[in-house]
């Protein structure tokens, strides 16, 4: 290895950091959805920070990130008494920065300057980097730890050392602890060190790698066992599993478009040529179908986003097939065929970058199809900022509006900023769950107002209260506001 080559191989891991901070200030300033407001009001800005652990009636408690967060937003205020809100999303910005720079390392460390150089780059570049960097939830803390137990894993298989066990342990413990879903990625991690463990006859590391995230899952949960085993049986997940499968590898497959056809080659040239690899070839095609039961075996299928965390393994097996490509005798040799995959794959990046949403809208049917690309709450179709401005505009002007903001609308995005208004308290309403539904309106003498998702939507929101017309305020692509009469 040359000068030059030492210098770059330092320099990539700035370079995925640089691309992955630029793809989240896309993201930065976007509102709240509902996940990110229930993480907020229900466990984040209310309870004491021991109680977080306990309040796990529902799985949108990811309790080691939410614990976090409040610790996080706590660190803010020592600085400000009115923080933006936009920096609430600080915390998954340092996960995410620290997870890529870590990871664009170990790539190019593992696959070769220009192989893990160019997988790194693409995924800090693309757009589910930046909305999961920004997402207040525990996903891309999730996506850390999976880096963070590849790294632990690469030292355990040089040099074994009590102490990397320990870390190993604990690092699995705080990610089932993010949410329970991460036992794929931490399954997957082991699985990934597996081949390489059996050649070498370590047996006992083996199932300790393997072992390590249930007994890490058993005793986080315990305590808590019987909200665990509710929040199991509430059913919540994707509308298909067709769905959620093509949403998953396919939006993973955008990431690296340009160099999956080289990925494919790499493949057959590894298991033609390399017999001694075949094993390993199998363990990284188990790895990619390693989600595929939660879509069949849970009553709903599981959301393609909670897969999330599993990407970096992804993301260097990829780079070791596209490594395998270029370290054929033709390629070595042919300058053109080194530079196709950059050349393609600089191209799929730009083009997603200016037509992302099309190409989710097209692969997908819409944006709340998407879980993982471009989702809908990450889009500038989705402004419930807009529905809450112009409510705030009618009272100025002396009404006295009422508005019901339905389920399906996303209530929680739109209920936010109008609590941190000066409008009455009770001008939003909607149906909360496990709580009585709205039966009617009439005790409301003012202006009524609806927020639905849609016509169909609209529809459903009038029939329940009997109004009979409806005259739209504002129509956005996910959300509309209509003033509705009897």
């Not at 929040?231 to 990431?255: P, T």
């Not at 490594?323 to 080194?338: C, G, I, P, W």
Request: proline content about 6%; charged content about 15%; some cysteine.
């Amino acid at each position: 290895m040359n000068g030059s080559q030492r210098v770059w191989r330092k320099r990539i891991a700035y370079f995925a950091l640089l691309l992955c901070l630029i793809s989240a200030f896309a993201h930065l300033f976007r509102a709240f959805w509902f996940d990110e407001v229930l993480t907020l009001d229900n466990f984040v800005l209310y309870p004491k920070l021991s109680r977080i652990y306990f309040l796990y009636e529902i799985p949108n408690n990811h309790i080691v990130f939410s614990m976090l967060e409040k610790i996080w937003i706590g660190f803010l205020a020592l600085f400000s008494d009115n923080t933006p809100f936009f920096l609430f999303r600080g915390l998954s910005v340092l996960a995410g920065a620290s997870a890529v720079w870590i990871l664009a390392g170990r790539m190019v460390r593992s696959c070769g300057l220009y192989a893990g150089g160019i997988t790194a780059l693409a995924f800090a570049a693309s757009s589910a980097c930046g909305v999961f960097m920004t997402g207040i939830r525990g996903y891309m803390l999730g996506f850390l730890f999976t880096v963070l137990l590849l790294m632990l894993g690469e030292k355990l298989l040089k040099r074994p050392a009590a102490w990397t066990y320990i870390f190993f342990f604990l690092v699995c413990l705080l990610s089932v602890g993010t949410t329970p879903s991460n036992l794929a990625a931490l399954t997957g991690a082991a699985l990934f060190y597996a081949p390489a463990l059996l050649r070498r006859r370590r047996y006992g590391s083996i199932l300790f790698f393997l072992a390590s995230p249930f007994a890490a899952l058993i005793l986080f949960y315990a305590p808590i066992h019987e909200k665990f085993f509710q929040c199991m049986r509430l059913g919540e997940g994707w509308f298909s599993a067709e769905s959620a499968m093509k949403n998953l590898y396919l939006s993973f497959a955008l990431v690296l478009a340009g160099l999956l056809p080289f990925c494919l080659a790499g493949a057959f040239l590894l298991w033609k040529r390399i017999p001694r690899l075949r094993l390993s070839c199998a363990a990284g095609l188990l790895l990619f179908l390693l989600p595929l039961p939660a879509f069949f075996v849970f009553r709903a299928p599981a959301f393609p986003r909670v897969f999330f965390p599993l990407f970096p393994i992804w993301l260097l097996l990829v780079g070791y097939l596209l490594s395998a490509y270029l370290k054929a005798h033709a390629v070595e040799r042919n300058r053109v065929l080194r530079a196709l995959p950059l050349v393609l794959q600089l191209l799929c990046t730009a083009f997603l970058a200016n037509a992302g949403g099309g190409v989710s809208d097209f692969l997908f049917g819409s944006g709340r199809h998407d879980d993982l690309t471009l989702p809908y709450y990450a889009r500038n179709g989705f402004d419930p900022q807009k529905i809450v401005s112009l409510v705030q505009e009618k009272a100025a002007d002396g009404e006295h509006p009422l508005v019901f903001v339905t389920f399906d609308a996303d209530y929680p995005s739109i209920l936010f900023p109008g609590s941190c208004t000066d409008l009455p308290e009770n001008t939003f309403l909607t149906d909360l769950p496990n709580k009585p539904p709205v039966a009617n309106l009439d005790f409301h003498t003012g202006s009524v107002y609806l927020v639905t998702s849609g016509e169909a939507d609209l529809e459903r929101a009038m029939r329940r209260f009997s109004f009979t017309a409806a005259a739209p305020v504002w129509i956005g692509v996910y959300q509309r506001l209509d003033r509705v009469t009897r």
